[in-house]
């Protein structure tokens, strides 16, 4: 199912590189663009909206005082040229907060924030469990022009190298222009594990371990100096390991 999108801002610049940018996820669907708040209402009423991309500075009202007339509003990411008004927004419990001019990697990290708010509603339903979640849970990643959708549940491990990350899945390996922390806050904390500063892993695929190794599909991956009581703690391991 898609992503019904609404985009309002006064600027036609502005809304006009938001599509672009939408246009490149392929579960996202524009359903209006609108230069006011007034027009947004009536397209709201209309129509059903997942997700608001919304101009703060507005004429007639503004985005912040539009959000908050919204009895049961979609989820809502800021866009605006002034930082002043970023607490206010978070007040609000939007998604997030984008400074123009917004870069694709920047919208890219809004989306994932998108989607790590869904899941984390769904799992406040009973039997939800946290691996079924991330079963079904996504990130997008961008290699050369092309937007790829990398399911959760198919990562193998993530291997930093430089300005650019490897994204090993059981399909295949993505390569992608990030920094291993950006990364890192796109992954659910529960699901992953950082061990190294160059390396990333799901911790349900970890097979076996010592103190400077995890092992994954037959493959040893180092565990950093910095790391290990960090990683011994989350696999809630107490015993002596061979090599401490």
Known sequence: ???????????????????????????????????????????????????????????????????????HPPKVIFTTAYREYALEGFELDVVDYLLKPITFERFLKSVNKYYQMCQDQVQVVPNATSEKIMEDSFIYVKENKKVIKV????????????????????????????????????LPTE???????????????????????????GKELPIGRNFKNAVLNALNFTGPVAGV
């Open 151 to 186: 399911y959760l549940s198919e990562i193998r491990y993530i291997e930093g190298l430089s300005e650019y990350v490897q994204i090993y899945t059981e399909k295949r390996k993505i390569i992608t222009k990030t920094s291993m922390a950006l990364m890192e806050e796109k």
């Open 191 to 217: 699901n992953f594990l950082r061990i190294h500063k160059s390396y990333i892993v799901p911790v349900n695929k970890i097979e076996a371990f010592t103190a400077n190794t995890i092992e994954i599909h």
């Open 1 to 71: 199912m898609k992503t019904k999108c609404l985009i309002v801002d006064d600027e036609p610049l502005a809304c006009e590189l938001m599509r672009g940018h939408i246009e490149k996820l392929e579960n996202f669907e524009i359903v209006a663009d609108c230069h006011n708040a007034m027009k947004a209402l009536s397209v709201l009423r209309e129509k059903h909206v997942d997700l608001i991309f919304m101009d703060i500075q507005m004429p007639q009202i503004t985005g912040i005082e539009f959000l908050k007339t919204l009895k």
